[in-house]
């Protein structure tokens, strides 16, 4: 197994296991065996050779072709054994239920994974408390204390605190909560979005005030014009670039078991929507794995040229095989909280997405944001999406299909008796996506070089694809090498063919409009949801905002998050920088 530097980093900083001196006392290839032995010890539940899966999930992982979340690779093996990246925990309108959470909330950040709550069931600021003939303070006065909870956890300095909060569009303190973010220091543990519904987005359309419901009472308390909630949602984001926005509604209607309740809440990168105690094991396929052909040919190719050049049969075999892995996961995971089993073993949600998207184009020869880039991640996805489900149809076959079945949207005609509830999930791959060397999930290269923190390491990052491509073709210099060094892109010098540039463009040259685009070419054929951070330069308007926002809508999108380059404030909780 070849490590990158900054791979190596990363896994002793973070991963590795230490002794009680803080030595590391583990290598890369003992964690990886540590991962595939804990993991294929589910296999003697189903009359399998623990065995023979145990050498495939260890290829599979130090080929760094598939690598699962990060608290698996952490804790697989361990006392602490909790293995799921994703979390959502209801928030009741009582003390009791809000400390209840926040001490169940302690305990999954402690482990390593990430939560999200909805406050959208607790009483606005001001509202009466009968039991004390006091006033309610409100869901962001609580929000305050889970942030501070959350520093003081730091979930053991392996992975920093990470929650989600969401608050509904129809709530009487939704404005407090949009703009909350605009005061320095505030909530810097917490990504927030706002839950938007279909009848708000009517309202907007039409120019028309909505409703705002208390939740105590269920009764409407006021109305308010859709567009001033709606731009001060833009003024925040272009500001702070929070709140991100998840569209409610559309994420309900693909709830696959709506007989066990109503989605309120994603984890904090926003791609995994989840009912309240229900968690998910996420992985990724390193898509820059399975390009037959290293060599950069023209965007001008033929579809058909293209996908030639990509290795399905590997890839469709890699996929069946990381479909088994997460689902044992969820039998071998050690849960924080008998009620999160439940809901986990209940409807078996698992989540395999991608990372290296940005590099596999640049090997086929493909700029991020030409029209066969978008043709091609649709088309990659849907195989992604049908062989993950045909995997989960063949364990079902031998393992039964998820107990909460009957009832599901599955329970019906024509639809597959598949094993998990969900099966497909885009998440960001912050870290594991240096661990395997390539570009994270399917956001389009950052920068041609530079330097980002993961706690408290500070790694330098360089192209390798851009160098060697340069080198091949003769237009590699040292000066040029110190131009992209100091830039970070391509923009404006002479030395690099035009064709080059368009295939090296960084996040902050492609337009939103395209980011969004490609966010929802994957959406198309994903079951859960989609992390993409749609960049734009500094000098963008709120007016650019406001139309991504709506964009976003009209497109499928399931969600969105904007930043806008150089506006978070220090300790800002940056979505997809250090998540996977």
Request: net charge positive.
């Amino acid at each position: 197994m070849t490590l990158s530097e900054n791979s190596l980093k990363v896994l002793q900083r973070r991963y590795l296991i230490r002794d009680e001196s803080g030595t590391i006392i583990e290598t890369p290839e003992e964690m990886f065996a540590r991962v595939a032995k804990n993991v294929s010890s589910a296999e003697s539940q189903y009359n399998s050779s623990p065995e023979d899966w145990e050498k495939k999930f260890y290829t599979l992982m130090t080929d760094l072709k598939f690598l699962p979340n990060s608290p698996t690779l952490m804790n697989a093996g361990k006392e602490m054994g909790q293995l799921a990246a994703c979390f959502v925990l209801p928030v009741d309108d009582s003390i009791k239920s809000i400390f209840d959470t926040l001490k169940n909330a302690a305990l999954i950040l402690q482990s390593g994974g990430g939560t999200g709550f909805s406050f959208s069931r607790l009483r606005p600021k001001a509202d009466i408390v009968r039991s004390t003939g006091g006033v309610a303070s409100g869901p962001v006065s609580f929000m305050r204390i889970y942030n501070t909870a959350t520093e003081v956890i730091k979930q053991g300095g392996a992975r920093r605190g990470a929650n989600m909060g969401i608050l509904r569009i129809d709530h009487p303190d939704i404005l407090d909560f949009i703009k909350i973010k605009r005061s320095e220091g505030e909530l810097t543990n917490f990504n927030i979005s706002v839950s938007v519904t279909d009848s708000f987005m009517d309202a907007l359309k039409n120019d028309k005030e909505y409703e705002l419901i208390n939740p105590r009472t269920k009764a409407v308390i006021g109305k308010i014009k859709a567009k001033t909630v709606f731009d001060a949602m833009v003024e925040s984001a272009w500001e702070t670039g929070d709140p991100g926005v998840i569209f409610i509604d559309r994420i309900n209607k693909t709830n696959p078991t709506p007989h066990i309740g109503t989605i309120e809440s994603t984890n904090p990168c926003g791609e995994q929507p989840l009912l309240p105690y229900e968690s998910c094991v996420l992985g990724s396929i390193n898509l820059s794995k399975y390009v037959k052909q290293s060599t950069v040919t023209s965007p001008q190719s033929t579809v058909k040229n293209i996908t030639q050049q990509i290795d399905f049969n590997s890839l469709s075999e890699d996929i069946k095989t990381s479909v088994r892995f997460l689902d044992n996961c969820i039998d071998v995971n050690k849960y924080p909280l008998p009620a999160i089993e439940e809901m986990h073993k209940g409807n078996r949600k698992i989540g395999l997405g991608v990372m290296g998207w940005a590099d596999k184009l640049i090997l086929l020869g493909i700029p991020y944001n030409h029209k066969k880039a978008f043709r091609l991640a649709r088309n990659l996805m849907k195989f992604i999406r049908d062989t993950a489900r045909q995997a989960s149809v063949e364990l079902a076959e031998k393992r039964g299909v998820f107990p909460n079945f009957k009832g599901s949207v599955y329970d019906a005609p024509g639809m597959p008796s598949v094993r998990n509830a969900t099966t497909t999930t885009i998440a960001p791959t912050g870290t594991l996506s240096i661990i395997a060397d390539c570009s994270s999930g399917i956001e389009p290269l950052f920068a041609l070089s530079y330097k980002r923190l993961i706690l408290d390491s500070e790694l330098y990052e360089m192209n390798k694809y851009f160098f060697g491509i340069a080198q091949n073709r003769g237009f590699y210099s040292d000066e040029l090498r110190e131009k992209v060094i100091a830039k970070g892109y391509l923009r404006g010098i002479k030395d690099v063919p035009n064709e080059i540039k368009r295939l090296f463009k960084t996040a902050h040259e492609i337009p939103p409009e395209d980011h969004i685009e490609m966010q929802a070419c994957f959406q198309e054929y994903t079951d859960n949801a989609v992390s993409k951070t749609i960049n734009m330069p500094y000098r963008s308007k709120k007016e650019d905002v406001a139309k991504a926002f709506l964009l976003a809508y009209e497109k499928g999108c399931k969600g969105i998050t904007i930043f806008r380059y150089g506006t978070a404030k220090k300790g800002t909780l940056v979505r997809f920088i250090d998540t996977d």
